[in-house]
């Protein structure tokens, strides 16, 4: 009996390379893919060293509210702020790209411009250093009188550029 179970299984095992002795060869077309190839480093983590660990945060106002005065004008105001950590050789500048914001009001064709001023600039180049800057929005009783009261509204703009110096 156990002549015949190894005579079976030799069999068996025959059988299966058969099929590997005569597989075709199959040829696949030319294929193309893509590798991400990028530096790896250990930067310093210490703030004040060229190429450390930077952040900054700036902080605007959300509104900008001037009170109706038709017969003084009105001027309105509000803070921002640059909180920063920058490594040595950087700098953070925060400015405020317009003179003058122009007003409108839904359903009317009336316009109002408020003339920009105060700190349209702040910037730092330490980490011990968190500038704060207030920007003005103003409008004349003369603009006041031209127009039908009512809420305007208008959008400035503040930017915010980083540099670095070190090579």
Do not use: H, R
Not at 50 to 57: C, F, H, L, V
Request: charged share 20%.
């Amino acid at each position: 009996m156990k002549k015949l179970l190894a005579l079976g299984l030799s069999l068996a095992m025959m059988a299966s390379l058969s099929a590997v002795a005569f597989a075709e060869e199959i040829v696949k077309p030319a294929t193309t893919g893509d590798t991400v190839v990028k530096t790896v480093a250990d930067l310093p983590d210490e703030p004040d060293v060229p190429g450390g660990d930077e952040t900054w945060t700036v902080t605007i106002p959300a509104s900008i509210d001037v009170p109706w005065d038709n017969e003084n004008g009105g001027t309105g105001e509000g803070t921002y702020t640059l909180d920063a950590t920058l490594a040595a050789g950087s700098k953070v500048t925060v400015s405020v790209d317009q003179t003058e914001v122009t007003m409108t009001t839904p359903g009317s064709d009336d316009t109002l411009t408020a003339a920009i001023g105060g700190d349209t600039s702040i910037f730092t180049e330490t980490s011990a250093n968190d500038p704060e800057g207030t920007v003005t929005a103003t409008v004349t009783a003369e603009q006041f009188n031209a127009v039908t009261v009512g809420e305007y509204t208008g959008t400035l703009s503040f930017t915010v550029v980083y540099e670095n110096s070190v090579v």
